[in-house]
């Protein structure tokens, strides 16, 4: 009976050891990963293409994906341990700026946030008083913020109403809110109930001082062999996209189970970018220059408490080693 509990101690011992080496796992089967993403073009194209051209087999990684409706959600589930990377718009910069995630990779440049308004509503400052919905934390919060200090108002002019973006489908075309900030391609099925809403509000108004760089995200504790592996995915994947824009869009629509005209008019909403052209921007600051105007603004929003440099959260020199 000793021995038997003895034997019985080792195996539960070593079960243990075993779960909590979940998530990032070498092997001799390869390296294992969790990867978040959101159901659209930006979140899905590059895990799309990498898995219909065989890079992740190729590069022997065994990529297990998971679909999530934002990105704050992502990094929660990053700290857990319940997820080794994952994808963010550009509203939820502020989370890896407070040290919460490392940003791997810039994904595009985006366009597709917005504010909306129910028909007969014009102006931002018509929203004084009003239902505004959010998905607080992302680009749809995000694009609200930047809309309300153009106007000269401030959040407490609005009832801001917490909502993920399904919700904000539902409760808009029901006519059970006012406005929101959110984002493509979401809108376009709002648009199907309310085809005469009101864009407000929109990323490229303020390109004069804000770039709207999205992006793929590692927990703080995923070894750096793993990340260097998958960013060597995520590049071959992005300049795939590039030369193949159609082949993405249909990649992308076949992962998604959506037409691919739909895929295509999301897509029209965001700049691609290829490695050589991170590379480039990673090296001359260009995208330290985009993260530290967002950090200024999550600042005034109340997110952040400082800016930081970007280098403590973008990996930048990694992901140009990778292409090395």
């Known amino acids: 009976m000793k021995k038997l509990l003895a034997v019985a101690a080792i195996t539960a011992t070593l079960s ?16 294992k990963i969790t990867f978040g993403y959101i159901g659209d073009f930006n979140g899905t194209s590059l895990l799309a293409v990498a898995e219909k051209e065989g890079l992740w087999k190729d590069a022997g990684i065994d990529v297990d994906t998971k679909v999530f ?8 589930a990053l700290g857990a341990g319940s997820l080794d990377y994952g994808y963010i718009g550009p509203g939820a910069v502020w989370l890896p700026a407070s040290g919460q995630a490392k940003i791997i990779a810039v994904n595009t440049l985006g366009n597709a946030d917005r ?13 004084k008083g009003k239902k505004v919905a959010v998905p607080e934390g992302t680009s749809g919060d995000m694009i609200l913020g930047l809309a309300l200090d153009a106007a ?15 919700t904000i489908v539902s409760a808009f075309s029901a006519g059970k809110v006012d406005a929101a900030g959110t984002f493509y391609p979401s809108i376009d099925t709002i648009k199907q109930q309310v085809p005469d809403l009101v864009e407000l509000a929109k990323d490229s108004d303020f ?3 804000f770039s709207f760089p999205n992006a793929f995200v590692a927990g703080n504790d995923t070894p750096d062999a793993t990340n260097a592996k998958v960013v060597a995915v995520l590049r071959e994947a992005m300049d795939y996209r590039a030369a193949h824009p159609e082949e993405a869009v249909k ?49 005034t ?6 800016p930081v440099d970007p280098s403590e959260f973008y990996l930048g020199d990694d992901f140009v080693a990778a292409g090395k």
């Open 16 to 31: 243990t050891a075993l779960t909590a080496c979940g998530g990032s796992d070498d092997s001799d089967a390869g390296t």
């Open 69 to 76: 409706t934002d990105g704050p959600t992502q990094i929660t």
């Open 115 to 127: 504010v909306i308004a129910q028909p007969g509503i014009d102006s931002i400052e018509d929203l």
């Open 152 to 166: 000269g108002m401030s959040r407490d002019d609005v009832d801001i109403v917490p909502m993920d973006p399904p």
């Open 207 to 209: 390109s004069d001082d």
């Open 251 to 299: 990649a992308t629509a076949d992962m998604l189970d959506q037409p691919v005209d739909a895929v295509e008019k999301d897509a029209s909403h965001n700049q691609l970018l290829t490695s050589e052209e991170l590379d480039g921007y990673t090296q001359d600051g260009t995208i330290d220059a985009w993260f530290s105007a967002l950090e200024d603004f999550f600042v």
């Open 301 to 306: 929003a109340g997110k952040l408490d400082k």
